[in-house]
Each structure stands twice: as structure tokens, then as C-alpha cells.
């Protein structure tokens, strides 16, 4: 059973806390005071690295946060997940993505049943990653296109991306997301049919952008002379009657329990799977998994997606701050940011707890970003000298994968430089070139981007969003708030060309007179 937060006695003692000495706190008296603040405020995990010493927080703080934590009952939530108990209750589903990359046994204490999940999910898997080897090998295919949007995009295009450097020469990846024609038309404007393969991707396979998309995509198959359809489209859904009423025979399935926003470790994959090969995608698996196992075992002190929860509820709740940015210092990771803003805040953007009634505190914070260097010149001159307090996360990767000399010591010193900035700031300028300092940074290495370190990366931020939102007692897997604006465009899409306005808003009706077709 778990308690909200704000119901229990670590609440009440955090916001102590913070009255007394949270808000006041200062990140440089707190370094010259404590010679050992960097390694107690560091956090080693598999394949990844953490310094959170920049962030307003002393050791008082990360005890009452722990408290918080305990008196929750987050280990019991946490324990119920890899149990696979129906935790997303909104929608009556288990929540096992984990599972995706189990390694062979089930977590202790699993229920019944999970083991045969298990079996299919390796079955499912063993066939895809076949499939992926034989359209490797096949050279005629030299494009891929995934059609899928949210959960069903973001992800394997992010990871396509970031790990270009393991991607065999020889194929091109697009990924179209948008319902935008412009979007699809561009992309097929390069393509031979003979050439192509097309993922359809939806876990629903009902996703109206989607499904558009995929029946102009088999139209241009068929009217630029594209033969068997069979071969070049193959689809990746939970409803493969849907896919194959579409007329698509190669299907990969997965199942209700892997939430659109946790998929890229299933068939969903299969872009990544295509991109970097069958042991490429163990590999991402087995990354993800060894942060599972931490995050699963390690005590909550010394567990990093869980400091990293807690601190996001401290800077939410305790500090007030309603955002964060991401600065991966990466060029490959940069849609690395647009994926953490559908994993953070389609999970935890609620404003209700597990029961329905309202929270009256805030939830999941604004997440946006950019590469470095790129941000520096553009919008840091808000994150140094800006009235809002924006708490930054900076990603660096020791190894670079290119030999031009000197740019990765430059990339690497701005990094280092722009977390030192922030929080030392500068006095002595005076007005305009002073910086107040004292801006809070969690500074992220990896030793190499590879699919093992990016794999553990991507698990420890779903652990890190499955922490605050089980302190804030909603419900992280569900996303109702999608809805309504489905519903309205269904409603407003034929009023577009018959221009009827009635009982529509002033407004909405003034803007489709303006955007009437024909
Ligand atoms: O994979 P699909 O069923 O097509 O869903 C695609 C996406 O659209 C939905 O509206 C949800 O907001 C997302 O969580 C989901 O990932």
C-alpha cells in the first residue's frame, strides 16, 4: 500500500527544511564546507556516472527525501512493477517493459503468468531480431521507413540516431510521424518502392496519424509500380488482426503491458534492430537491464534513479521550480530531449492521484533542450542571468567516436565549464556582467555511447520518472489527457470543407472560416 506524498511526516519535515535552510542554501559555502561533498553526492550505476553535488541539496535533505521514500512505500510500488501486478490502474494493465529485457529469469516474487510472458516475449524477440538479419543481409532494401508517432517514433528515431556510429553502411532510416502530408511526401520523394520497406508502427493500430500516413505510403507503393506488398511493408503492434485487416502479413507483436512511451525495447524496435543488428539490440537490452537489477536492488541511498526522483520532488515541490533542462553534450543524442519530454511528461504531466481526486501540489516539470554547444549560444543566457531558477542536466560522454583533433576536449570543456558557471557565478563585474550563481546542475558521463551505456541511460531515466510519480501518487502509465483533442479534430475535420460552423466556439469557428478548403 502506498501513501501520498504529502501525507506523511517527511513532507511536513522537508517543508521545514526548506523554510529554514532549503531556499537559502548555497552551492559554493556548501563545497567549501564539505571536502567530501563531490563523492557523497555522486552516484556510480551501470554504465552511467552521476554527479548531483551542484544541486541544492545537503545531506539533511537527501535524509528526509529517503524518509519521504520509505513512508511512501516507493519500494513496495517499485516491487509491484517488477511483480507484475496491475499498477497502471486506470486501465487495469501490469507495467513490465521491463521484462523486454530480462535476461532469462523472471524478478523474484514475480506472479503467476509472468514467466509464460517471458517465454513469448523471447519467442517475439528471437523473430524479430531474425527478420532484422535477413533485411540486413538483403541489399535490395536500402530505405526503411517507420510510420509511427509518439511512443512509436520517438524512441527508435532517437536511438537510430544516437547510435549512428553502430549503424552498417548501406540502408537509410526515416522515421514519419507527423498526420503533416508534407512530412511523408518529402520522405518519398527519394524512394524507390523495389527499395523500400515500411514499418507500419502503432501499438493501437488505430493512431489517425498513422494510419494515414500508411495508406498513402501503400498507395505510392502501389501506383509507382511497387510489387508485392507483402515483402516491403511489415507492421509492429499489440493488434495484429488490426495490422492484418490492413493488409499486412509480416506483424511482430507485444503486448498491453508495455506502454507506448516504454516500447523501444519490443518489436517496436525493430528500426534499432534493422539500424545496429541483432547484437547491437541484445546489447541496448542488456545495458537497460543491468539498471533494472540497480534500481530493482540497490538500496534506496545508493540507487541512482531513485536520488534522482527524490531530488526532482524536491526541486518540484520544495524549491518551486517548473522545469529542467537537458543538455546532452552529444550531437548524436539530439532528439534525446523530445524523448524524455513524452517519457516525463506523458507519464507524470497528472493532476490527479491513483484515486482520482485532485493533488495539490505540482507534478511533472517542463522538460525541454538542446545539444550542447548549440544551447550555449541561444538560450543560456537565461539559464545564467534569467529571473527563473532552471535546474540543468548535462550528459557527456568521455570517448569520442571521430579523430578530428581537438573538437572533443572543446566539447567536453564547455560541458565542464557551463556546470562550473552556473554555479559559481561572478561578482565582480558589476551590473549587466555580474551572474548570481548558484544554479543547480546534475552533470551525467558515460564513458562511450554505445548500445549498453545508452540502454542503462534511457532505463534509469524510466526508474527516475517511475520515482516521482509514485511519490506523487499518480498514475504514470496512463495518458488520458491525449483524448479530447482527438476526439474534437474528428469532429472539426469535415467542417474544414463544408465550412459548418455550428455550435462551434466564436474563436474555433472564425479560424476554420480562415483555413476552409476549396
Ligand atoms: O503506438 P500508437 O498506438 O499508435 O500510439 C502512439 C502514441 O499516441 C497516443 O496518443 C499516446 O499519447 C502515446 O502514448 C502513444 O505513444
Redesign the pocket.
Known amino acids: 500500500m502506498t501513501v501520498r506524498c504529502d501525507r506523511t511526516p517527511a513532507w511536513q519535515a522537508l517543508q521545514q527544511h526548506a523554510d529554514k535552510v532549503g531556499r537559502g542554501f548555497d552551492l559554493r559555502q556548501a563545497f567549501a564546507a564539505d571536502a567530501g561533498r563531490f563523492a557523497s553526492f555522486s552516484q556510480e550505476a551501470p554504465h552511467v556516472f552521476a554527479d548531483l553535488s551542484k544541486n541544492l541539496i545537503d545531506q539533511r535533505t537527501q535524509e528526509l527525501l529517503l524518509d519521504l521514500a520509505q513512508q511512501c512505500g516507493l519500494q513496495a510500488r517499485r516491487d509491484a512493477m517488477f511483480a507484475g501486478e496491475h499498477i497502471n490502474s486506470t486501465e487495469d494493465r501490469a507495467v513490465m517493459h521491463t521484462l523486454l529485457r530480462a535476461q532469462g529469469a523472471v524478478p523474484p516474487g514475480s506472479r503467476s503468468g509472468v514467466a509464460g510472458e517471458l517465454a513469448k516475449v523471447h519467442e517475439t524477440l528471437d523473430a524479430m531480431l531474425e527478420y532484422a538479419e535477413t533485411i540486413r543481409a538483403d541489399h535490395t532494401i536500402t530505405d526503411v521507413v517507420n510510420i509511427?508517432?509518439?511512443?512509436?517514433?520517438?524512441g527508435p528515431q532517437m536511438v537510430v540516431l544516437a547510435l549512428a556510429e553502430f549503424v552498417a553502411p548501406g540502408k537509410r532510416f526515416h522515421f514519419v510521424s507527423n498526420v503533416d502530408g508534407h512530412e511523408l511526401a518529402g520522405v518519398l520523394k527519394g524512394l524507390a518502392p523495389e527499395h523500400t520497406l515500411f514499418l507500419v508502427?502503432?501499438?493501437?493500430?488505430?493512431?489517425a496519424?498513422?494510419m494515414a500516413n500508411a495508406r498513402s505510403a501503400r498507395r505510392w507503393f502501389e501506383q509507382s509500380g511497387g510489387k508485392d506488398v507483402a515483402r516491403h511493408f511489415a507492421a509492429l503492434?499489440?493488434n495484429v488482426a488490426a495490422a492484418r485487416e490492413f493488409g499486412i502479413e509480416t506483424t511482430f507483436g507485444f503486448w498491453d503491458w508495455v506502454?507506448?512511451?516504454y516500447?523501444l525495447w519490443s518489436a517496436?524496435g525493430l528500426p534499432i534492430a534493422l539500424a545496429i543488428g541483432s547484437d547491437g539490440f541484445r546489447k541496448l537490452l542488456a545495458g537497460a537491464h543491468a539498471m533494472d537489477e540497480h534500481f530493482r536492488t540497490a538500496p534506496l541511498a545508493k540507487n541512482l534513479p531513485v536520488r534522482l526522483g527524490l531530488l526532482d520532488v524536491w526541486y518540484r515541490n520544495f524549491l518551486g521550480f517548473t522545469s529542467r533542462c537537458i543538455a546532452p553534450y552529444h550531437s548524436a543524442l539530439r532528439r534525446l530531449p523530445a524523448y524524455l519530454q513524452?517519457l516525463e511528461m506523458?507519464s507524470n504531466g497528472k493532476r490527479v492521484d491513483l484515486q482520482g481526486a485532485a493533488l495539490p501540489f505540482g507534478t511533472s516539470p517542463v522538460l525541454w533542450g538542446e545539444p550542447g554547444t548549440n544551447g550555449q549560444h541561444a538560450y543560456f543566457q537565461m539559464l545564467h542571468q534569467g529571473t527563473d531558477v532552471v535546474p540543468l542536466e548535462f550528459l557527456a560522454v568521455r570517448d569520442a567516436d571521430h579523430d578530428l583533433s581537438g573538437h572533443h576536449p572543446a566539447l567536453l570543456a564547455n560541458a565542464l565549464a557551463q556546470a562550473q558557471a552556473l554555479m559559481q557565478g561572478r561578482a565582480d563585474a558589476g551590473g549587466h556582467r555580474d551572474f548570481p550563481g548558484n544554479r543547480p546542475s546534475t552533470f551525467f558521463v558515460l564513458e562511450r555511447l554505445t548500445p549498453e551505456s545508452l540502454g542503462a541511460f534511457i532505463a534509469m531515466y524510466e526508474h527516475r520518472v517511475f520515482t516521482s510519480g509514485a511519490l506523487w501518487g499518480l498514475n504514470s502509465f496512463d495518458?488520458w489527457g491525449?483524448?479530447l483533442g482527438?476526439v474534437l479534430a474528428k469532429d472539426l475535420e469535415p467542417r474544414l470543407s463544408s465550412g459548418d460552423v455550428t455550435g462551434l466556439d466564436a474563436s474555433t469557428a472564425g479560424l476554420l472560416a480562415r483555413l476552409k478548403q476549396g
Open positions: 509511427g508517432i509518439g511512443g512509436s517514433d520517438l508502427a502503432s501499438k493501437t493500430f488505430t493512431t496519424e498513422t503492434t499489440t506502454g507506448g512511451r516500447s517496436i513524452q506523458e495518458q491525449v483524448e482527438k
